[in-house]
C-alpha cells in the first residue's frame, strides 16, 4: 500500500492511514505430513472417509484438485462431484 491509501475501520468510524492498520497474519495450512498448502494445491486422501449428510465414502486415494484455504488451520475447502460445500481436515490429506 502506498503513503496516499487509507482503510475505513467500522470499530471507531474513521478513515486510517494504511500504515497504521495491523497487517493480518496468513495462516500456515500443514498437510498429514508437514507440507505447507496453499490454494489450488491438489491432494490426495490418507484414509477412507465418510462424508456425511451425502451418503458417500471418499476412498483412500482420491484426488482433490484446486482445494482452497478457509483461514482454519486444518481445514481446506474443496469440490468432488456430486458433493457441495466439502470442507477436509488437514490431517486427513497428503500434497500431490
Known amino acids: 500500500m502506498s503513503d496516499n491509501d487509507y ?3 467500522e ?8 500504515s497504521d492498520v ?3 497474519t496468513a ?3 500443514r498437510d498429514s505430513v508437514g507440507n505447507i498448502l496453499v490454494d ?3 491432494v490426495t486422501l490418507i484414509k477412507d472417509l465418510k ?6 465414502i471418499l ?3 482420491t484426488v482433490i484438485k484446486s482445494i482452497r484455504l478457509t483461514g482454519d488451520d486444518q481445514e481446506i475447502d474443496c469440490r468432488f462431484d456430486g458433493i457441495k460445500g466439502l ?3 488437514a490431517e486427513f490429506v497428503r500434497k500431490r
Do not use: H, I, M
Open 22 to 24: 495491523p497487517v493480518a
Open 11 to 18: 470499530a471507531t468510524g474513521e478513515w486510517l492511514p494504511a
Open 59 to 61: 476412498r483412500r486415494g
Open 51 to 56: 462424508v456425511k449428510g451425502a451418503g458417500q
Open 7 to 9: 482503510v475505513y475501520n
Open 27 to 29: 495462516v500456515e495450512v
Open 87 to 89: 470442507v477436509l481436515r
Open 40 to 42: 489450488g494445491d491438489s
